[in-house]
C-alpha cells in the first residue's frame, strides 16, 4: 500500500511539475510575442516621422522667401535712377536758353534807344550831330577811307567802327562790328522789336531796318553763310545827300 501510495503522489507530483512548466513557457511565449510586435510599432513609428519633415520643410519655407525678396527690390530701384540722370541736363538747357533770350532782349532794347539818339554801343560821336573832324581829332586818322554809296566811308579797324560822312564832314551813318553784336540772330531782333520796318538784299547780305525815330534808322546786317549780325548802322538819311556837291 505504502509503494502504491508514493507511486500516486509521485505522479501527481509530475503531473503538477509538468503544469507549471507550462504554464511557464506559455509565458514565456507570450513574452517573446509582445516583444516581436513591439519592434513592428517602433518601425512604423519611426518611418511614419520622416513623412511629415520631407513635406513640410521644402515645400513651406523656399515659395514663401524667393518670390517676396526679388520682385520688390529691382523694379523699384532701376527706374527711379535712370530718370533722375536725364533731367539735369534739360533743367541746365532750360536755365541757359531762357538766360540768353534775356540778355539778347535787354541788349535789343538798348540798341533801339541809343538809335533814337544816333549812336552806337560804345562811341560817343553821333550821327546828324557829329563831324568826322572831331573824330580824328580824337581818334586820329582812319585805317582806310573811300567814297561808297552816298558818302565817304573812314574805317577804325581797332575800336570796329566806321563813320560814313558827307562832304560838309557831318556824319550820317555809323557802324559797329563788335564782337557782342554779332551773336545776335534775326529771331532774336524780331522777338524783341518785331518785324522789320524794311527788308533789302545786298549781294550775299540781307539788310534789315527799323525806324527808331523820325530823323534815324537802326539797321541790321546779316550775311546768308553765317544767319547771324555782320554790323549794325544807326543812320540818318536825310543827312546822307552831299549837301556840299557842286
Request: contains cysteine; aromatic residues 6%; hydrophobic residues 30%.
Amino acid at each position: 500500500m505504502s509503494v502504491q501510495i508514493k507511486l500516486i503522489a509521485g505522479s501527481i507530483l509530475l503531473t503538477g511539475m509538468i503544469g507549471l512548466a507550462g504554464c511557464s513557457s506559455n509565458n514565456e511565449a507570450g513574452n517573446s510575442e509582445s516583444q516581436a510586435t513591439a519592434p513592428t510599432e517602433t518601425a512604423v513609428t519611426a518611418t511614419s516621422e520622416p513623412e511629415v519633415s520631407p513635406s513640410s520643410t521644402p515645400a513651406e519655407t523656399a515659395p514663401e522667401t524667393a518670390p517676396e525678396t526679388a520682385p520688390e527690390t529691382a523694379p523699384e530701384t532701376a527706374p527711379e535712377t535712370a530718370p533722375a540722370a536725364t533731367s539735369y541736363p534739360m533743367e541746365t538747357d532750360k536755365d541757359s536758353s531762357s538766360s540768353n533770350s534775356q540778355n539778347s532782349d535787354k541788349q535789343l532794347k538798348e540798341l533801339l534807344e541809343l538809335a533814337k539818339k544816333g549812336k552806337v554801343p560804345g562811341v560817343k560821336y553821333a550821327a546828324h550831330t557829329g563831324l568826322i573832324d572831331e573824330v580824328e581829332a580824337d581818334w586820329g586818322k582812319p585805317d582806310q577811307q573811300e567814297s561808297a554809296g552816298k558818302g565817304i566811308y573812314a574805317t577804325y579797324t581797332d575800336k570796329h567802327v566806321v563813320f560814313g560822312f558827307n562832304k560838309g564832314s557831318l556824319i550820317f551813318d555809323v557802324r559797329s562790328s563788335d564782337s557782342a553784336l554779332q551773336k545776335l540772330t534775326l529771331k532774336q531782333i524780331e522777338a524783341t522789336l518785331g518785324k522789320p520796318d524794311d527788308t533789302k538784299v545786298n549781294g550775299e547780305d540781307k539788310i534789315y531796318t527799323y525806324q527808331a525815330n523820325d530823323q534815324y534808322q537802326l539797321k541790321f546786317i546779316i550775311p546768308s553763310s553765317t544767319g547771324t549780325v555782320d554790323h549794325i548802322s544807326v543812320f540818318s538819311e536825310q543827312d546822307s545827300f552831299n549837301n556840299m556837291a557842286g
